[in-house]
């Protein structure tokens, strides 16, 4: 908790006290810890001198700031319709059997947590996904068991 | 291979160098007047989608007096099946601050944003290289003028203009009422041009070939080219930059698989045209406006499945102030369920059609108003596909 609250301050420092500052810091919390817990967000109120429901109301509007517990790697498959076409199912699929886990949930580690998202921009070359910020294109099961993979190697 | 009935261009990514801000340069020694009134001649309009004419939203902005105005790049590029902007934005990305830095001259902003998409964040790293450049460069034309990017966090209705300044602000992405309009209150409640990222390389690009050399690609109508996001049942998608004023038939002719049944053009918000009506749908302002969104589809694939990902996509999507969006994206979707699984029988599509027709007229924001499009669209060309 205290460290958290060590981070919270420190981008208080960098994007200020003010209403503005709310999207940048929330933003910079979740790329440090991936997901936002009440505490946070009840400490980042506290700063901001606004309420603790407000910064609530602003988290929960956005997809990309996830209030639940997060897997270090968060992998969102775009589920747009071209995805659809291009063998996205499969794509959903491979992930889930080589994390072990269904889509929304995380492995045990705390290492992968997978979920889907709308479209993210690449059409021209679905399937595709986000690893936390990386994007993945024309992606194959072959392709998708060698990234998780490489990721799992990474540690 | 055929001659190509399509017209080509390429004044968005040409030739490039991410340090040569000549352009830049000599328009800024240009009175501003001079400068609006090329862009007005020019006849570029939005390239979002919208299609307001671009060099008007420039001169009310210059008119207005205020401590502070702003320029902002509208990068939240969401629609499904447009990859236009993040192929700008990777590319030629000089090019968008050149353009945002000339509007700011011109309307007497010294403040700029990029409001870029959750979803491009692995660009940011690059993106800030090339701001240091521009940096340099504003220095040294002791230009005041500076630019900040702001990261969206995975909300497509940010796209909408006022609910991008909500979000810029810090609070939850839900449309303000128009008007007051950007121009007169937008970012902070002061005086905002906002436009899309292509809008932007396009006017930069207009201040250095002129307004007649741009004025002479497209029709009356829809002056200029414009990028388009091909994508689907083609062998080729990609990015193409064409003329406006094409037919849907030669477009189909030219990317299309040999097979194609339908096209969806302008993304889940815009319009479906079936094969019968490719050879009579002009693309451009006086036919089927769009942002770029080209996503065809083949025989084999399913209406019904492609409506309800679109309907799927709006529900989430939808920001949830207004009840016709919030309620009616779900009851079109669930209703049209309904109409498949035999629940409900055909006659339940014209109360649907109906809904569609009330979100078009009161819901609050574009993205409520326009799910009329696709649904209708989709539904009316192909019924058989929704009931059996």
Known sequence: MSETIELIDKYVVKYGRTREALMPLLQAIVEEKNYL??????????RLNISAADVY????????????KRGKYVIRVCKSIIAEMKGKKEITKTLENVLKI??????????????????????DKEPSMLINHTPYTDLTPDKVIQIITEYRNRH | ?????????????????????????????????????????????????????????????ATLKSDEKYVVCNADEGEPGTFKDRE??????????????????VIGAKKGFLYLRGEYAFMLPQLYKDLEILDAKLKELALDFSIEIRLGSGAYVCGEETALFESMEGYRGEPRNKPPYPVVAGFRNKPTVINNVETIVTAQTICKIGPEDYANLGTTDSRGSKLFSVSG?????????????????????????????????????GFCV?????AETIIGFEGIPTGGSMMLFNNKRSMYHVLQNFLEFFCEESCGQCTPCRIGTQQLRDGLKAIKDKVKDEDYLETLLGLTETMKLSAKCGLGQSVANAFKSIVENFTEEMVY
């Open chain 1, 37 to 46: 817990t009440r505490d946070d967000m009840a400490e980042i109120a506290t």
């Open chain 2, 1 to 61: 291979m055929n001659q190509s009935k399509l017209k080509r261009s390429d004044i968005i990514f040409g030739k490039y160098t991410p340090t040569d801000y000549n352009v830049l340069e000599k328009t800024v020694k240009r009175p501003p007047e001079e400068i609006i009134s090329d862009i007005i001649k020019s006849g570029i309009r939005g390239r979002g989608g919208a299609g307001f004419p671009t060099g008007l939203k420039w001169k009310y902005a």
């Open chain 2, 88 to 105: 700008i934005l990777l590319r030629v990305p000089r090019k968008i601050f050149s353009g945002m830095a000339i509007c700011g001259y």
């Open chain 1, 102 to 123: 269904k889509v929304g949930e995380t492995t045990a580690d705390g290492m992968f947590t997978l979920l889907e998202t709308n479209d993210i921009g690449w059409s």
């Open chain 2, 274 to 278: 079936p094969r019968k009506k490719f």
């Open chain 2, 233 to 269: 049942d083609t062998p080729i998608p990609g990015v193409y930059e064409l003329e406006l004023g094409m037919t849907l038939a030669d477009f189909v002719e030219e990317y299309g698989d040999g097979d194609t049944k339908a096209v969806q053009v302008g993304g889940a918000s």
């Open chain 1, 57 to 68: 109301g602003t988290a929960s509007f956005y997809a990309f700031l996830d209030l639940e």
